[in-house]
Each structure stands twice: as C-alpha cells, then as structure tokens.
C-alpha cells in the first residue's frame, strides 16, 4: 500500500500543544511513511483503538502482526482474519518483513519491540498516524469531544449507510450494530461500490482521541465537537493547553470544511466562536434559540426517545432507540456531521445551512435521521453505553464507561428517568486514574450524589503510578450534604453491598473505565442470592 505521508500539505504541529505526534524515544515519526506499506506490527494490538487500525490494515491486504500482554475480546476476531498475534512482548514477534510498527501512548520507550524496531531502522509511529495514512484517500468525518465521542460515531456511520452510503470508520469501542469497531467497508469481503449516486471520494467516519493530541494526525472534511472541558490533564497539564489542541485541530480542516459544534456546550461554543471569526464555516445544534440544527422537543418512551428538531429544511422527526437527553445531542451531532460531509464535497461547507443547498443534496436530512432508527440497523448503544448486563429481582443491572463527572451526571439522570417517581438509582463508581482522581474529587462528589446511593471503589490506576494520597475517599469526603457515598476498599465489597441495598424497581449502574466490568457478574449473581 503506497500513501502520502499524513502530514502533507497540512500545517506544522504547533508549539502551543502536546501532542504524541512529534519525534520521541517511542513516536519516532509522526507520518506514515512515503513508499510502500505491506506489513505492519501492532504493539498492545489488543486495545481497542490499536485493534482498529490492525482491522483496517487487514481489510486494506496488509499483513498484520501484534502483540499484548493479555488475551481479550478483540483478539479472537482479528486472528480470525488473519492477524498473527503473540502474548506477552517479544522482539522475536517482528518478523523479517515489518515495514512499519504502531504503538499508543500506553506503549512505553523501554518495550522490548519498541526497543528492537529502533534498533532495525523500522518507523514506529502512534496509532492515529496509521489510522490517517490507511483513511488518507477518504473524506473524513472525525468526531471529537470530552464525551460521546464513541456514540456519536456510530450513529453517523449507520446514518451513512442508511442514506446509500457505505462509510469506512474506526472506533475507540465495540459497537453491536457494526459488528466490529473499525472497517473499510459494511461487508468486509465485498468491494468498494461504484456507479451512480456513489461519492467520487470514498468517505470515512472516525472517534479523534483527544487525550494524547493525537488527533492532529488528521485533516477532516467536517469535524464534531460534541462538547469540550477540561480532563486528560495528566497528559496536557491545564485546561487551556488542550483548549489549544482543539483550535489546532479546527485549523487542519481540508479545504471547504466544516466544524459543527453543540450550542449547549460552553467549551464547544466558543470553540465555534474563536473558529468562526478565524473564517472557518461553523454549523451549531442544541436547544440553544439561534443553533442551526434546533431542539423542539424530546420525548422517553419505552424503546428509547422521540425527538423533534428544526434544520435547515424545516422540522425534522428523530426516533432513537436510546435514552437520555446526551444521546438526543449526539444524535443530532451525527445527523449535522453528516451532512457536513455529504456537501463539502463540490458544494462548499457554508451551504450545509443554506436551504437550497440542503434541498438539492441527493442526501436528504429526513433520510439520515430515519436511518439512525430504521436504517441498515439501528442504533442501539455502544458496548458499556448503558449496557443492561441483566434484570434480576426486578433490579436492572447497566454497565457504563461513565469516567468523567459530566459523564457520570447524565447516566445518572438517564436513570432517574427511566425510575420515575418511585424506584432508586444505585450507583457503583470505579475512579480511573489518580490524577483525574484527585483534579475532579468535587465535581465527582456532587455528580454522584444525585443518585440515591454510591459506593466509590478504589481508584483504577490504569498507565499512572499508584498515589497512597488518592482513594475512594478522595471523592465520599467531598460529598455534599444529602448525599449517601460510601468509600470501598476493595472491589470484592461491591456485591454485597448491592444485593443488600437493591429492591425490586430500583436501578444499579456499574460506572468505570476500568475493570469494574468483570464485577457485574457478582453483582447480579449477589441480587440472585448467589456467592459470587
């Protein structure tokens, strides 16, 4: 596979940010690199953005080779389609052949394959420089923000494939309704299709990690902002320092594109202002009176929300089959994102608002939002996206991937509305990371004490060193008055606690990035009466 470096004809990386993009002792070019590709090695391939771009890598003939220190659920799939992948790291694991190694920012400097890439002359780069150079002949859609990234996402791409296209995407998660998390195309044995109707330009649809700046590896034809404050600061060290990540990334728009943003969201709002006045075409939506994309009205009903919107052609009816009113957002997000992507090409992104130019797409608003519900397959939610792990005594048990307090705060309320006036929310809280931790002790706090009861788990250090300043009770100290937190010491804690407090009617929700995950089953094998 031969490619243009993905920083071609793109500005420089500024000095203002932190990006893993720029050379180092692990991210040794920030490019794919000029000339052939044929065989690439993924280290830690098992996540699920490095299973990504090995997906897509095998979709697109390359051999794929990998590595991770455990087995998990990405790795089945990919071995299946051929990747030969090793537990455990090893040097030995690059065969003669590896013309390029990938590596995240979770790799380190002194990983034995990082270490014997360097040595053999091999580019190693991260993950969103192969993700940019395996999409590079693609109009991008990239979606990016504190939260919904993954949701968001997805619903644009089964938006695509219900309005007649056939997107490729990648994604930071698994999503059911896709079959995988990434792909060049809906069928990954069929060809690309050609012929009337079809884009000059094939399209694709990608989650743009903020955490680590690497999204500027990107220049996309229309970008989403579904909502921008502060997190990740163990990695960019304040708020106005990622701020600067995100402008940055606005100015590697492709010519003619466009940023959409919520108009609800302060830090993606003024995104859009400072954006605006630097001559970039902005498109809004929210409840806000003057967004682009309107907010009439939003109804729960039992498979999921009904939602009445204005555009640029007029009102617009949106069935979702999911809950909350984050998920009405990101739906709209994807339906604006859309379009945005659909009429830069040829049109210019300033029609996207224009009625005329809406009109005389072949890609008509009401089509693409019939198709987030009735399309190719609706949307449904994405794995640990309120995810019902179970009913047990009449108690519904959800996993979410719920890590920041905003996060944390509308699963919450979606919740409490699915209760009502009588039911309990019961919430289990993994923190993950100490440094997030201890930045968000009070906003966590008071997130989490809107639901009924709390049990706060020890912190997830995920890459970070343990902290013994920073643990559950970092957050229940800070509670407000009213509020039921309780701190735990341990993870086994969290089943019992559960199964004693639960009644039938109430609500449970399993809310972490971590490993919280693997403490569901006790908790419903607990609400049982089961030992767990």
Same mark, same amino acid.
């Given at each position: 596979? #031969?490619?243009?470096?993905?920083?071609d004809?793109?500005?420089a990386?500024?000095?203002?940010?932190r990006?893993?993009?720029?050379?180092?002792?692990?991210? %040794?070019d920030?490019?794919?690199?000029?000339?052939?590709?044929?065989?690439?090695?993924?280290?830690?391939?098992?996540?699920?953005?490095?299973?990504?771009?090995?997906?897509?890598?095998?979709?697109?003939?390359?051999?794929?080779?990998?590595?991770?220190?455990?087995?998990?659920?990405?790795?089945?799939?990919l071995? !299946?389609a051929? +990747?030969?992948i090793?537990?455990?790291?090893?040097?030995?694991?690059?065969?003669d052949?590896?013309?390029?190694?990938?590596?995240?920012?979770?790799?380190?400097?002194?990983?034995?394959?990082v270490?014997? +890439?360097?040595?053999?002359?091999?580019?190693?780069?991260?993950?969103?420089?192969?993700?940019?150079?395996?999409?590079?002949?693609?109009?991008?859609?990239?979606? =990016?923000?504190?939260?919904?990234? #993954?949701?968001?996402?997805a619903?644009a791409?089964?938006?695509?494939?219900?309005?007649g296209?056939?997107?490729?995407?990648?994604?930071?998660?698994?999503?059911?309704?896709?079959?995988?998390? =990434?792909?060049?195309?809906?069928?990954?044995?069929?060809?690309?299709?050609?012929g009337?109707?079809?884009?000059?330009s094939?399209?694709a649809?990608?989650?743009?990690?903020?955490?680590?700046?690497?999204?500027?590896?990107?220049?996309?034809?229309?970008?989403?902002?579904?909502?921008?404050?502060?997190?990740?600061?163990?990695?960019?060290?304040?708020?106005?320092?990622?701020?600067a990540?995100?402008?940055?990334?606005?100015?590697?728009?492709?010519?003619?594109g466009?940023?959409?943003?919520?108009?609800?969201?302060?830090?993606? =709002?003024?995104?859009?202002?400072r954006?605006?006045?630097r001559?970039?075409?902005?498109?809004?939506?929210g409840?806000?009176?003057?967004?682009?994309?309107?907010l009439?009205?939003?109804?729960?009903e039992? %498979?999921?929300?009904?939602?009445r919107?204005?555009?640029?052609?007029?009102?617009?009816?949106?069935?979702?089959?999911?809950?909350g009113?984050?998920?009405?957002?990101?739906?709209?997000?994807a339906?604006?994102?859309?379009?945005?992507?659909?009429?830069?090409?040829?049109?210019?992104?300033?029609?996207?608002?224009?009625?005329?130019?809406?009109?005389?797409?072949?890609s008509d608003?009401?089509?693409?939002?019939?198709a987030?519900? %009735?399309?190719?397959?609706?949307?449904?939610?994405?794995?640990?996206?309120?995810d019902?792990?179970?009913?047990?005594?009449?108690?519904?048990?959800?996993?979410? $991937?719920?890590?920041?307090?905003?996060?944390?705060?509308?699963?919450?309320?979606?919740?409490?509305?699915?209760?009502?006036? %009588?039911?309990?929310?019961?919430?289990?809280f993994?923190?993950?990371l $100490?440094?997030?931790?201890? +930045?968000?002790?009070?906003?966590?706090?008071?997130?989490?004490?809107?639901?009924?009861?709390?049990?706060?788990?020890?912190?997830?250090g995920a890459?970070?060193?343990?902290?013994?300043?920073?643990?559950?009770?970092?957050?229940?100290?800070?509670a407000?008055?009213?509020?039921?937190?309780?701190?735990?010491t341990d993870?086994?804690?969290?089943?019992?606690?559960?199964?004693?407090? !639960?009644?039938?009617?109430?609500?449970?929700?399993?809310?972490?990035?971590?490993?919280?995950?693997? =403490? #569901?089953?006790?908790?419903?094998?607990?609400?049982?009466?089961?030992?767990?």
């Open positions: 596979m #031969t490619a243009r470096a993905a920083s004809d793109l500005p990386l500024p000095d203002g940010v990006t893993m993009l720029r050379r180092g002792d692990v991210v %040794t920030s490019a794919w690199p000029q000339g052939p590709v044929r065989s690439i090695h993924v280290v830690r391939i098992g996540g699920a953005g490095m299973s990504a771009v090995a997906r897509l890598a095998l979709e697109a003939g390359l051999a794929v080779s990998g590595s991770d220190s455990q087995d998990g659920q990405f790795i089945g799939p071995r !299946a051929g +990747a030969r090793g537990i455990g790291f090893d040097a030995g694991l690059l065969a052949d590896v013309d390029l190694v990938v590596v995240s920012t979770a790799v380190r400097a002194d990983n034995v394959e270490i014997a +890439a360097r040595e053999r002359g091999i580019p190693v780069i991260h993950r969103a420089a192969a993700l940019a150079g395996l999409l590079q002949d693609r109009r991008l859609l990239a979606v =990016a923000g504190t939260h919904g990234k #993954t949701s968001t996402t619903m791409v089964l938006a695509l494939r219900g309005a296209g056939d997107p490729a995407w990648a994604l930071g998660a698994a999503v059911p309704d896709l079959g995988r998390n =990434a792909g060049l195309r809906e069928d990954a044995g069929s060809e690309r299709p050609t009337e109707g079809v884009p000059e094939p399209l649809v990608i989650e743009a990690d903020e955490s680590d700046g690497s999204f500027l590896a990107f220049a996309p034809s229309a970008l989403v902002v579904t909502n921008l404050e502060a997190d990740h600061l163990d990695f960019h060290g304040d708020e106005a320092t990622l701020v990540a995100f402008d940055a990334l606005v100015d590697r728009l492709a010519t003619g466009a940023l959409v943003v919520c108009a609800d969201d302060a830090g993606a =709002a003024a995104l859009g202002e954006s605006s006045a001559g970039v075409d902005v498109l809004t939506y409840r806000a009176s003057g967004a682009d994309w309107r009439l009205e939003e109804t729960p039992a %498979t999921g929300t009904h939602a919107i204005a555009g640029p052609v007029g009102e617009i009816e949106l069935d979702l089959h999911v809950t009113h984050h998920n009405v957002l990101n739906a709209m997000g339906l604006a994102g859309c379009l945005a992507l659909l009429l830069a090409d040829g049109h210019g992104a300033a029609d996207v608002a224009d009625p005329a130019a809406v009109s005389a797409s072949t608003p009401a089509t693409i939002a019939r987030l519900a %009735t399309g190719v397959g609706p949307f449904t939610g994405a794995s640990r996206r309120f019902l792990r179970g009913v047990v005594r009449g108690v519904p048990v959800f996993d979410d $991937y719920a890590h920041h307090p905003r996060e944390v705060e509308a699963t919450i309320v979606a919740a409490r509305g699915i209760v009502g006036p %009588t039911g309990r929310v019961l919430v289990a993994q923190p993950h $100490y440094s997030r931790t201890r +930045a968000f002790a009070g906003d966590f706090a008071r997130a989490l004490g809107q639901a009924d009861e709390t049990w706060v788990m020890p912190v997830y890459r970070e060193d343990p902290d013994p300043a920073v643990d559950a009770r970092t957050i229940t100290d800070r407000e008055p009213g509020a039921v937190l309780h701190a735990l993870r086994a804690e969290v089943a019992p606690s559960l199964a004693a407090a !639960a009644e039938d009617g109430d609500i449970v929700l399993m809310l972490g990035a971590g490993d919280i995950v693997e =403490a #569901t089953p006790g908790v419903l094998a607990a609400l049982g009466g089961e030992q767990s």
